[in-house]
């Protein structure tokens, strides 16, 4: 994890994780790396887009997980940063039901992009 202090001492983390095809392993590592951040002062911690799931994996596992786990999985992320109290940037599977997302292409089987969520503020 990269930690960066701001002109007015916001810190920010930027941490890695890669992906694996147990959804539930990568929430837990990414819930491990935002509670560090949160130990060191951080008020945003960022992570990869491939964060939920193997992107390693074929499209029809990460279409199917797409399918499965991502409101899940964005909902899960959105508690842990009320729960810390801290923003949390990282990426998510859509699940393609959701779809047609203004500005996004439709890629049969492949959810490429996320749909935009809600955001409330962190006080």
Known sequence: MI????AND?????AQVAGKPDVNANFDAV??????AVAAGARLVAFPEAVMFDFTASA?????????????FKAAIRDLAVTHRIAIVTG????????????TQDAPGLARRTAPVKQEPVA
């Open 31 to 36: 819930a491990h790396l935002v509670a560090e």
């Open 3 to 6: 930690m960066a202090t701001g």
């Open 92 to 103: 998510a599977g859509s699940d393609p039901r959701r779809w047609p997302v203004e500005g």
């Open 60 to 72: 029809e596992r990460i279409s199917a997980s797409a399918w499965a786990d991502a409101e899940r």
């Open 10 to 14: 916001v810190v920010i983390a930027i």
